[in-house]
Every structure is written in C-alpha cells, then in structure tokens.
C-alpha cells in the first residue's frame, strides 16, 4: 500500500519515493516482496500516484489508484480486484521498509493453512500502535487502535505492524464487510479481524523477530532513524567480508558495494550507485564515488569526487581531485589536488599533479601535465578534442586549444598557448617577448590632505 500523502514530511514528493539508502523506500519494500515470487503484485496508489508509478513502473507490478482515499480497507479492496482469486494475499505498507524478506514468508505460510496471519512486535513505547488483544487462552481476538484503548488495553506491548495476510477468496469476503462508521468515515483494514473471529476463522499472530525491523516512516526523523539503520546493517555486512570501514556510524552505502580485499574506506565517504573496488583499494575521509570501478591498489585521497569513472591499478587521486563522467584512467596514473578530469582517457603512469583541467582529451602513457595547465574544450557552441601523445610534457601554466593535438615526445614551454599541431619530439613555445625596462619605479600613493 502506497496510497498515503505523508502530510508530515512537509514535502511535495509522496513519502513512499523518499529516499533510503539511495531507494525510495517502496522499492526495499517491493524487493522483499519480489524475494517471495508472487504470481502478481499489486501497489495502491493514491496522492503523486502518477510520480510513485514513474518511479516504480515494472512489468511485474500492477497499480491501482485508491481516490478519493478511503482507509486501509478500501485500500486492500481495490487491490483484490488486480490479484488473482485463488492462493494467497499478503498485505504490506509501503513505508515500512526494513521488514526482510522471510518474515514476509513466515506470515504468507501461516496464512496458506486457511488462517488470517498478522506480524506483530513487541514495542518498547506502544503509544499511538494498534494493539494486540488476546483471550484468556491466548488466541487473538482484536486489534484496538491507540485512541479507542482502555487503561488496561494501553498496557499492551504487543502491536500490531500493518502486515497481514489470509487466503485472498477469504480476505475478499471480509474487506468486503468492513463499515465506515467511525469518527473517520473510513474502512478499517484492522476490522478484518473481528470479522475473522466472528466466522470462526482461526487468527494467528507472528511475533517479529526484531522490534525495528517493523519500524514505518512518518516524518524525517523517523526516515533519519532508519537511513541509520539499513546504514549501519551493511556496514556490518561488508565488516564481516574484511572490508575495513573506519566507522559504520559515519558510512553511507546508497546503491551497491563490491569489494576486494583489504579494502579500507575511511570516514564521511559516500558510495553511490554501483561502486566496486579492487584488492587493496584505499578511500580516504569524505570521499564520493558514484558509479565507479577502482583497480587494485589504488589510493584515492580525502576530499576526492569521481563520477561514471573507471579507474585502473595502483592509481593515486586527490586530494581535492574531481573525476567527472566518461573519464578512464589506465594503471599508475596520478591525478593530484585540484585536478578535473571530465569525459577523458589518460595512458599508464600519466600525470596532472596539481590545479589542471583535462577535458574531451585523449592523452597517452607517460605524460606529464604540469600545474595550472587546462584544455580549453569548448568555444561557446561545441566541445572540440585534445590530443596528447605518448611521453609529451605540458609546462606549467599552459593552454591547449581544441581541436589540436601535441605529438608523442612533444615539449610545450610553460605559459604557452597552443592553439596548432605540436610536432612529435619537438619543443613548442608560445610566449611574449620578455623585457626589462630600466630606471621604471613602482607608483605611490600620493599624501592625503
């Protein structure tokens, strides 16, 4: 169910597409679903449900949009319509994102022996849950919402998660029956039960293993509490497999992490998209990496952003360096502090050691680009492309124009500007006649009155 306007977010985005660890929070609950094989699935949706099915659309699953919005129940109802008749019907809320996988299997198995199966937990706080009422043998009779509770009702720890699931012909029946008359004017999907117990239909609770794994999203400090968590989860997975994270309550993981061995990632740093790093690799502090695949042995200094970058072996980048899309680094490259590279292959054992551009370049193995050089790639319409060859070095403080290309072995001079073919093997010189002018004295100020 991912219906709800989550008023408390104080946002125009639906809460379901918040992200979590680099998903929006629907998506971890879907992936737990996908993890049982459903025959179909079906996702209710209501206000931004035209940006919930952008975001979501997939073959596998059909929407259906509850409006206007009349509770859980009516909910659930109109998702039947979309499920098949026969088998089984499992009932999820879309802002519930850690909730695994088995446990969803646990409920799906209760329900499949002709029961009504809920998932609750135990809360340390229960205030403003739905609560658990059992009889005197123990079987579930009720489920009381916060505000309807009597004193002895509030005592209850046990409440109930919002999963439920029963056979799906019976489940119709009962969604079927539910009435609005309450304060809301709303079907309850929670009434299910009293109807259940009304029909003689057993009702089985399944107690969650964890209490925050039944954890929802209302506002962002629960989405912040959470974020902490799954954050904290899979830095203990890659803890186990010997990645050395320097500390898992400052690392953050919003897509998918590959490491070799020997691995170190140090504080503040941000992984997003599909990252994956070779043996030995080193991250230093407050790094982000985005979409990119680092070779063995490379060190990758604090303070360093790359993006859609592949990087080769034994590399060394940063501080301060800026690696943007479409850029390739062959093994044994340095990219220094304040260096960008953007759309641009560099050669085994190239380097730009400190406050370069390299843009739209093709340069060769074993060139040296010295500070403060840049390729000057765009005219104001197009990008051109710069060439460098084999063993070429770039003084200081120097231009090149695109479209050009220096020769393999070429030297420019420092300060120059190259705007034509550098010959291979040959020093290039743009520079303005140096002079001295003799008995020349610096102004100054003139007295004040």
């Known amino acids: 169910m991912a219906a709800g306007q989550g008023k408390r977010m104080h946002s125009a985005l639906p809460k379901v597409l918040h992200p979590l660890a680099g998903r929006p929070l629907v998506a971890h609950v879907l992936a737990s679903a996908r993890a049982l094989s459903p025959r179909a699935l079906a996702v209710v949706v209501g206000h931004g449900g035209e940006a919930v099915v952008h975001a979501l659309a997939a073959p ?123 304060a809301q004017g709303e079907f309850y999907l929670t009434g299910v039960v009293a109807l259940a117990v009304a029909a003689g239909a057993p009702v089985t609770a399944h107690l969650a293993a964890r209490e925050e794994d039944i954890h929802g999203v209302n506002d962002r400090a629960e989405l912040a509490a959470i ?123 190239a380097k730009a050691n400190h406050l370069a551009y390299i843009g739209d370049s093709v340069v060769g193995s074993g060139v040296n680009v010295g500070a403060g050089t840049i390729t000057a790639n765009y005219d104001g319409a197009n990008k051109h492309r710069t060439v460098i060859g084999d063993g070429a070095h770039i003084g200081s403080n120097s231009v090149l124009v695109a479209p050009v290309t220096v020769g393999k072995g070429a030297t420019i001079g420092a300060g120059s500007v190259i705007s034509r073919e550098a010959p291979p093997d040959t020093l290039t010189v743009t520079r303005a006649k140096q002079i001295s002018v003799p008995g020349w004295k610096r102004p100054v100020k003139k007295p004040g009155p």
């Open 60 to 182: 596998d699953l059909t929407f259906v949009t509850q409006d206007p919005p009349r509770g859980t129940g009516d909910a659930v109802r109109m998702a039947l319509v979309a499920l098949p008749g026969d088998g089984i019907t499992v009932v999820v809320n879309g802002d519930c994102p850690l909730i695994p996988a088995a446990t969803l299997a646990a409920v799906a198995d209760i329900a499949a022996a002709g029961r009504l199966a809920l998932l609750t937990a135990r809360a340390s706080d229960p205030a403003g849950l739905g609560r658990i009422v059992r009889d005197a043998t123990g079987a579930v009779r009720a489920i009381v919402e916060d505000k309807d509770a009597t004193p002895a009702q509030a005592g209850i720890d046990e409440i109930y998660t919002g999963v439920l699931a029963a056979p799906t012909g019976m489940l119709r029946a009962w969604v079927a029956a539910l009435r609005n008359d309450n």
């Open 227 to 349: 974020e902490r968590i799954v954050q904290r989860r899979q830095a203990r997975t890659l803890l186990a497999a010997g990645t050395w994270i320097a500390d898992p309550d400052r690392f953050d993981l919003r897509g998918t992490l590959a490491c070799g061995r020997d691995v170190r990632i140090d504080i503040g740093c941000v992984l997003e998209g599909e990252v994956a790093l070779g043996n030995d690799v080193s991250v230093g502090a407050h790094c982000v990496l985005k979409n990119v695949t680092v070779g063995a042995g490379t060190i990758i200094a604090p303070f360093s952003h790359l993006e859609a970058a592949t990087i080769g072996a034994n590399c060394r980048i940063g501080p301060y360096a800026r690696l943007r899309p479409d850029t390739a680094l062959a093994d044994d490259v340095h990219i220094g502090n304040f260096v960008e590279v953007k759309a641009s292959t560099l050669g085994r054992g």
